[in-house]
């Protein structure tokens, strides 16, 4: 019956809305952690520049490799 496979169908698509929605609430978990770790570590000026730095050789990174392709 037709109506049978759209109610069976809509119940799969259900299921897989909830595993994403908590999977996307267990990642948002491990980001904030993540982001509170970033925090601690630039709160210092030694570690801002050294940050820095890294995001520079980075960007010049990327600079010379778009160049020279």
Same mark, same amino acid.
């Given at each position: ?5 759209? =109610?069976?169908e809509?119940?799969? =698509?259900? *299921?897989?809305?909830? *595993? ?5 609430? @267990?990642?948002r ?17 030694? @570690? *801002? *520049?050294m940050?820095?730095? /890294? /995001?520079?050789? /980075? /960007? ?10």
């Amino acid at each position: 019956m037709l109506s049978g496979d759209i =109610h069976e169908e809509v119940e799969t =698509h259900n *299921r897989m809305l909830d *595993r994403m929605g908590n999977d996307m609430d @267990s990642s948002r978990g491990f980001l904030s952690g993540t982001v509170d770790k970033f925090k601690m570590v630039f709160e210092t000026k030694s @570690s *801002r *520049r050294m940050g820095s730095l /890294v /995001v520079s050789f /980075v /960007v010049l990174f990327l600079l010379i490799y778009y160049l020279t392709r």
